[in-house]
């Protein structure tokens, strides 16, 4: 079922929630809703589950019009944080539980509710009750009621924060698993950029109620919109550089900094952010460097070794193959392939990068 928000704002008391937000989440896609702590994540899902009406704005599910339909009657499935699971009822009866809120005949569900218990791979802990399980398990439970009743869409609201770094990778890999087996239209909400980027098939940006960016995860780490949405993606995080425009075209100095960068010729600005990711960083030598600079920090972390560079009194960050020798006090020269260099507008952060379409129905005919 495809799902169109249009222009739906949501206001309380004095804070906009949501401002004109508008997508279309297509059948079978499973799109995340990232965006930092108050960004408006689960209001979003609020009004799409219909526990909110919108202040203005209309959501469609398929060629229904439900901003005005009642939440039981939109059927849907949810999966929070914290699993909400009945205590004192065994997984099997947490499973079956909506099935039987719908009057379906006790034998009927119990034979959807274990044929969901296998989908997500407890169907050995069925009579087991909810604190006798790992957090995993409780969240496998968890999705099996929401999706017992096979609902047309199913919400999931930071369903993997209560877990372990280990568990959380290995439960995203069994969301994504799921909802493509089941092949339900899904809506992920996190703050996490590189689960947001690994699991689903479209990444939805958020800040202050706003949709900044809505792209495929690729288009979204490759062709930021702004130096917010730069700034979002990526761990470590990317660098910002400021740059004054000098008397020789096609030169800029950086701020704090003597160094000269040429930038492309179709930048004119008198001022310019400049966006450098360190994986982006490598160790070149003198005549291909962009920047040079004195190593003041230096770590092993994982397959990479992450270095701190003083450039004057700017500090850049910069992830480089770790069997080139360099220690900390050494000179270094960085490189960096021009088409990896963003470009931002210091004034409202806009990318200034030309011929790039960020237009979100261009990104889905990518990979539709
Ligand atoms: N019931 C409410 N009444 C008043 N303000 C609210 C209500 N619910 C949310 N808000 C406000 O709306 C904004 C968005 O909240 P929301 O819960 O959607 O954020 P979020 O992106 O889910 O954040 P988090 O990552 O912390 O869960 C916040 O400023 C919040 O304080
Ligand atoms: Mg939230």
Same mark, same amino acid.
């Given at each position: 079922?495809d799902?169109?928000i249009e222009?739906?704002?949501? =206001? ?8 004109s @937000?508008s997508t279309t989440?297509r059948?079978?896609e499973?799109?995340?809703l990232l965006?930092p ?6 209001t979003? #899902?609020m009004?799409l589950a219909g526990?909110y ?19 039981e009657?939109r059927?849907?499935?949810m999966?929070f944080?914290?699993y909400a699971l009945y205590?004192? @009822?065994?997984? @099997? ?5 909506p099935?039987?809120?719908q009057?379906?005949p006790k034998?009927e569900? $119990? *034979?959807?509710a274990?044929?969901?218990a296998?989908l997500v791979q407890i169907g050995?802990?069925?009579?087991r009750? /909810?604190?006798? #399980?790992s ?5 496998r439970?968890?999705?099996a009621?929401a999706?017992?009743k096979?609902p047309?869409? #199913? ?5 993997l ?5 280990? #568990?959380r990778?290995?439960?995203r890999e069994e969301?994504?698993?799921i ?9 992920f909400v996190?703050?996490d950029?590189?689960?947001?980027l690994?699991?689903? *098939?479209?990444?939805?940006l ?6 900044? +960016?809505d792209s495929i995860?690729q288009?979204?780490y490759? $062709?930021p919109i ?5 700034a979002?993606?990526?761990n470590p995080?990317?660098?910002f550089?400021l ?7 096609g030169?800029?100095?950086l701020?704090?900094s003597?160094q000269?960068?040429?930038? /492309?010729g179709y930048?004119? +600005? ?9 994986e982006?960083?490598?160790?070149? *030598? $003198?005549d ?8 003041i920090h ?7 070794t992450l270095?701190?560079?003083q450039i004057?009194d700017?500090t850049?960050?910069?992830?480089? *193959? ?6 900390v006090?050494d000179?270094c020269?960085l490189g960096?392939?021009?088409?990896h260099?963003h470009?931002f507008?210091t ?5 200034? =990068?030309?011929?790039?379409?960020y237009?979100g129905q ?7």
């Open positions: 079922m799902v169109r222009n739906v704002t949501m =206001e309380f008391q004095n804070t906009v929630a949501v401002n @937000l989440i059948n079978g499973m799109v995340s965006g702590s108050g960004c408006g994540k689960s979003t #899902l009004l526990l009406k919108p202040t203005c704005g209309n959501i469609y599910f398929g060629e229904k019009n439900v901003t005005n339909i009642d939440a009657k059927e849907i499935g999966v944080q914290n205590p004192h @009822l065994s997984v @099997l009866k947490n499973i079956m539980f099935l039987r809120m009057k379906v034998r569900a $119990k *034979d959807r274990m044929e969901m296998r050995h802990l069925v009579d009750k /909810p604190g006798q #399980l957090g995993g398990q409780q969240q439970v968890a999705i009621r999706l017992v096979k047309n869409l #199913l919400l999931l609201d930071e369903p924060s209560n877990l372990d770094a280990r #568990l990778l290995e439960m969301i994504r698993r909802q493509q087996e089941v092949g339900i239209t899904a809506i996190t703050h950029q590189e689960e947001a690994s699991i689903s *098939d479209r990444v939805m958020m800040k202050d109620g706003v949709l900044q +960016q995860p288009e979204m490759r $062709k702004n130096s917010f949405a730069a979002f993606i990526g995080p990317i660098n550089l740059a004054r425009k000098t008397e020789q075209a030169n800029y100095e701020v704090n003597s000269i960068i040429k930038l /492309p930048l004119n +600005q008198q001022k310019i952010q400049i966006g450098l990711r360190p982006n960083l490598f160790l070149t *030598d $003198k291909n460097a962009l920047l040079t600079g004195e190593v230096l770590e092993t972390i994982g397959r990479d270095i701190r560079v004057e700017v850049i960050r910069a992830l480089i *193959d770790p069997s080139i020798p360099i220690n006090g000179q020269h960096i392939e021009q088409d260099v470009y507008d004034e409202n952060g806009s990318n200034l =990068e030309r011929g790039n379409s237009d261009a990104n889905m005919e990518q990979y539709a």
